[in-house]
């Protein structure tokens, strides 16, 4: 059973276009999150989403919302696409209560290799 | 606040030789460290990690890390590497920052195992 699944794996659209990556874990974790990975391969949080609340939002351009439907989903819609867009995106759940205690390792989906062109 | 400094971007290695993979973090407070592996195509993987306890870590693939506070290190090694530990190997941090937690990850260090 997949843990933390990404749909779609692989996904190459033009510039302009509006794109959605789906999440889902199925640990009961509390918190996920979604990572962005360059062509260089360093990683970076954007959001973090706990309980279906947003907690954290690395700066990251409005065009980017994330969507939480239950703690067990977390939805990235990109709108107006860019080539910098394009990127490895990496979904992940851990576990921990509303305070951060107990927060401590990740578990990552595949990966959506998006590309723009 | 904490980040993580991955000092070889990558490594080359022979099979069956030995390897370290360096890192370092900067941390004001108690340092929860990890490292994980990503597979070529594939997302990534817990290896192992620190929370407490003794600072030697070992993983079911052999691997081993040394938390060592003195050098503010926490490198990864391997006695005898196999072609199949091609891989990137990614060195994070624990950060807790507004009662809540999240990874901070270093730039990663792509160990390439030769026959």
């Known amino acids: 059973d997949t843990a933390v699944s990404q749909t779609p794996k692989y996904l190459v659209t033009q510039m302009g276009n509006d794109k959605s990556i789906k999440c889902e874990q199925n640990?009961?974790?509390?918190?996920m999150y979604w990572y962005k990975q360059d062509s260089k391969k360093f990683l970076k949080i954007m959001f973090s989403?706990?309980?279906?609340?947003?907690?954290i939002n690395e700066t990251v351009p409005n065009r980017f919302s994330p969507k939480s439907p239950d703690k067990a989903h977390l939805n990235l819609h990109i709108n107006s696409l860019e080539l910098g867009d394009s990127a490895v995106y990496f979904c992940?759940?851990?576990?921990?209560?509303?305070?951060?205690?107990?927060?401590?390792?990740?578990?990552f989906g595949q990966g959506t290799r998006l590309t723009v062109v | 606040a904490q980040s993580v400094t991955q000092l070889d971007s990558q490594v080359p290695v022979f099979e069956e030789a030995p390897v370290e993979l360096r890192c370092n973090y900067s941390?004001?407070?108690?340092?929860?460290l990890f490292w994980y592996v990503q597979y070529p195509n594939q997302g990534l993987q817990l290896l192992l990690k620190?929370?407490?306890?003794?600072?030697l870590v070992k993983s079911i693939n052999g691997f081993e890390a040394e938390f060592n506070k003195s050098q503010t290190s926490f490198h990864l090694r391997k006695p005898s590497v196999h072609i199949s530990d091609t891989a990137e190997y990614f060195c994070?941090?624990?950060?807790?920052?507004?009662?809540?937690?999240?990874?901070?990850f270093g730039a990663g260090t792509r160990l390439a195992v030769h026959p």
């Open positions: 989403y706990n309980n279906k609340e947003l907690i």
């Open positions: 941390s004001s407070v108690s340092v929860y």
């Open positions: 992940a759940s851990s576990q921990g209560k509303a305070q951060g205690v107990g927060n401590t390792e990740a578990f």
């Open positions: 994070a941090v624990r950060r807790f920052s507004g009662g809540y937690n999240k990874l901070i």
């Open positions: 620190y929370l407490s306890g003794s600072t």
């Open positions: 640990l009961g974790h509390d918190t």
